[in-house]
T-cell receptor, first 111, second 116 residues
Framework: QKEVEQDPGPLSVPEGAIVSLNCTYS??????FMWYRQYSRKGPELLMY????GNKEDGRFTAQVDKSSKYISLFIRDSQPSDSATYLC???????????FGAGTRLAVHP | GAVVSQHPSRVICKSGTSVKIECRSL??????MFWYRQFPKQSLMLMAT?????????EQGVEKDKFLINHASLTLSTLTVTSAHPEDSSFYIC????????????FGPGTRLLVL
């Protein structure tokens, strides 16, 4: 079993749709949960970061963590063509520890 | 804040030559930096953890003598690909952690290496 599972997509949605991106993990030691967005040929950009179960909202983005089910999600409301990118979930078990990344989900939002 | 830069952004070199990539934290000090490589349509693969003033910690399967890492100051880490070969062609990305007791990593824009 992989430590992190993330559907690579691609996921294609119309502009304005609600997008749901998901990752599952198996390592109970993970304490920190992150979502990064990566545009083609660019470095990843931190979108959301949380360390507790529940929801965290930032503008059109909501990160959800369910530690009991070892499942995290990123929701994007009112999706825009500029949201078209690869979204990577990432996990860490402690400060200064290496990040474990999911495979990344490619999202395309078409006008 | 938390801006990380890389130089160069793109480099093309001949097989057998060495290439140095710089990673700088522009507005913070970073005792720990990380180096990743990424192949097309794949996720990031951690190569090594770079600690200021000490030797880097390499991931299993990464050749220490081929990928030399130097973290000489709190704002600069370098990755040197020695005797580069075409299979070393990849996208190399660094990241840094700002501050103490931080977990989030901020990434540089990446360096695309093409070895001919």
């Amino acid at each position: 079993q992989k430590e992190v599972e993330q559907d690579p997509g691609p996921l294609s949605v119309p502009e304005g749709a609600i997008v749901s991106l998901n990752c599952t993990y198996s390592n109970s030691a993970f304490q920190y949960f992150m979502w990064y967005r990566q545009y083609s040929r660019k470095g990843p950009e931190l979108l959301m970061y949380t360390y507790s179960s529940g929801n965290k909202e930032d503008g059109r983005f909501t990160a959800q963590v369910d530690k009991s089910s070892k499942y995290i999600s990123l929701f994007i409301r009112d999706s825009q063509p500029s949201d078209s990118a690869t979204y990577l979930c990432a996990f860490a078990s402690g400060g200064y520890n290496k990040l474990i990344f999911g495979a990344g989900t490619r999202l395309a939002v078409h006008p | 804040g938390a801006v990380v830069s890389q130089h160069p952004s793109r480099v093309i070199c001949k097989s057998g030559t060495s290439v140095k990539i710089e990673c700088r934290s522009l507005d913070f000090q970073a005792t720990t930096m990380f180096w990743y490589r990424q192949f097309p349509k794949q996720s990031l693969m951690l190569m090594a953890t770079s600690n200021e003033g000490s030797k880097a910690t390499y991931e299993q399967g990464v050749e220490k003598d081929k990928f030399l890492i130097n973290h000489a100051s709190l704002t600069l880490s370098t990755l040197t690909v020695t005797s580069a070969h075409p299979e070393d062609s990849s996208f190399y990305i660094c990241s840094a952690i700002p501050g103490v007791n931080q977990e989030t990593q901020y990434f540089g824009p990446g360096t695309r290496l093409l070895v001919l």
